[in-house]
């Protein structure tokens, strides 16, 4: 699988996509969009994956927003069904992927790259890190989920502020709102999503699963229906080996070795 605009590892469990379009502050243009799809349909295939981590390439932006060049010409069906494939869609795909995905979070995070990072599990960002969802200074709203994930991480009220003006926050006052879940020095942000990814693939990848299922139907449903929903998957993970294999270890005192079954 070659690529252009990203760069694609995996190693130990853990994936690795690099947008990689630093000259241009990592922008996603559409060819970056479909080879970030390319990645996350691989990563869906490999069981052997466990955690993915997206970040960009350089120190000056994770992803800077779409590319506004894509927009000089399109019609609103164009981008309607731009946002029902790699737009909305693809971010999507991403929040609802079999495994976790940490957003490494390094300059500018603005508009779709907002988005993409909200997609995301978890957020960790370096201290140089700037947020925002800016559609409004071009006439035009979040098309990529920022209207509705942005309310949902950090309150109607502050999210209406940041999007009706465009505000840029740094990254102290997204730690603050509850849009970054972390905040380290940037010659520490590789090191800390390392580390946290490695931790997570050290679990049962297949109860992980579970695990985010059973939080992403709760987010969009009522309480009612996500207690029931956790209910029935809580009993599931006592059908599974590695919830023996857990229970195991537990009472021999040692470390659990886990095969995702």
Not at 6 to 35: D, F, H, S
């Amino acid at each position: 699988m070659e690529f252009e605009n990203i760069i694609y590892t995996k190693e130990r469990g853990i994936a690795k996509i690099t947008i990689n379009r630093p000259q241009v502050r990592n922008v996603l243009n559409m060819a970056a969009r479909q080879e970030i799809r390319n990645a996350i349909q691989d990563i869906e295939k490999h069981k052997e994956i466990k955690v993915a981590i997206i970040t960009g390439a350089g120190d000056k932006a994770f992803i800077s927003g779409a590319d506004i060049t894509d927009f000089k010409e399109a019609t609103p069906i164009m981008m309607e069904e731009r946002a029902s494939t790699l737009g909305q869609q693809l971010f999507t795909d991403i929040e609802n992927l079999r495994v976790p995905v940490i957003a490494m979070i390094n300059g500018f995070c603005l508009g779709g790259g907002c988005e993409l990072a909200m997609s995301c599990d978890i957020r960790i960002a370096s201290e140089n890190a700037k947020f925002g969802q800016p559609e409004i200074n071009i006439g035009i709203i979040p098309g990529g989920g920022g209207t509705q994930r942005l309310p949902r991480l950090v309150g109607w009220g502050r999210a209406k502020e940041l999007m009706y003006t465009g505000r840029i926050i740094d990254a102290a006052e997204a730690e603050n709102i509850g849009l970054v879940d972390k905040v380290v020095p940037l010659d520490r942000l590789e090191e800390t999503a390392n580390q946290l990814a490695q931790t997570i693939a050290s679990k049962s990848p297949l109860i992980i699963s579970i695990l985010k299922k059973t939080i992403n139907r709760g987010m969009y449903t009522d309480l009612p229906s996500a207690l029931s929903c956790e209910k029935s998957n809580f009993a599931l993970c006592f059908a599974t080996e590695d919830h023996s294999e857990g229970v195991a270890a537990f009472l021999e005192k040692r470390q659990p070795q886990f095969k995702g079954k």
